[in-house]
């Protein structure tokens, strides 16, 4: 089998994304750990964007973590981790581009992009989309299954998992509460949290808290 290498950055939820679609599907990988405040100076020629994830099989080179994870399943197709009927695929596709445009896009810009003013309104932001996930993914979608498209884990699950394992952040430094009730989706994370791909790479609340202060504790002082 084709080497394969994935870089990532310890912080990056997304790096994460495509590190548990590889453990799940137990392909071994060499971890090439970036430190993007201080990326390597040929680092643009391994990352077009200059942004981790990038994977790297064999000759071949994919960026953006959800195109990443696509062609793992694709190329590694056992476990097989999209559903095969397209009205379902679509619906994968749907919740893994909200978890991109929303969830995800809605946490960068409070812990990274926004002034204490705007605060607030960013935190009642995420609290309308996890309302959302969990009155439209896990009440109607996966129903009383544990994953999110149902009773089969999938990329959907791998896409959202890591912003759960790193809440505490977002709890610590800004303040963002997780809603009461969300039953189902405490429900969706406990399961997936118990998968061996996941506990493998598992970091505890304490190890990101103190990783974000290191990193970017200057930018809250
Ligand atoms: N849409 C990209 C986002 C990747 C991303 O934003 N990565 C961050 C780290 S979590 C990064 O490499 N930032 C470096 C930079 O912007 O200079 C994906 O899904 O892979």
């Known amino acids: 089998m084709a080497e394969v290498e994935i870089y990532s950055a310890i912080l990056c939820p997304f790096a994460h994304r495509s590190r548990l679609t590889l453990n799940a599907k137990g392909i071994s990988y060499t ?6 405040q201080n990326k390597p100076a040929n680092f643009l020629e391994i990352s077009p964007y200059g942004k981790v994830p990038v994977l790297k099989h064999g000759n071949n080179r994919v ?4 195109i990443i994870n696509e062609y793992l399943d694709e190329t590694f197709p056992k476990p097989a981790l999209s559903p ?22 809605t946490s960068a810009k409070l812990l ?22 969990e009155n439209q993914a896990l009440q109607k979608v ?6 999110w498209l149902g009773s089969e884990i999938s990329l959907v699950d791998f896409t959202y998992y890591p912003w759960f394992e790193q809440l505490s952040v977002l709890e610590h430094f800004r303040g963002f509460e ?39 504790g200057a930018m809250n002082a």
């Open 31 to 36: 971890l090439i750990e970036i430190d993007l």
């Open 63 to 66: 960026w953006e973590s959800t």
């Open 84 to 105: 095969k009927e397209p009205i379902q695929r679509a619906h994968a596709r749907i919740w893994i581009n909200f978890a991109d445009t929303r969830l995800f896009a």
């Open 112 to 133: 990274y992009g926004s002034s204490p003013q705007q605060h607030p309104l960013l935190r009642k932001e995420l609290t309308e989309h996890l309302l959302f996930i």
């Open 142 to 147: 996966s129903d009383r299954s544990p994953y």
């Open 178 to 216: 997780f809603p009461q009730g969300l039953d189902r989706l405490k429900q969706w994370w406990a399961a997936v949290a118990t998968l061996e791909s996941v506990k493998s790479i598992f970091k505890a609340p304490e190890f990101y808290i103190e990783t974000y202060d290191r990193l970017y």
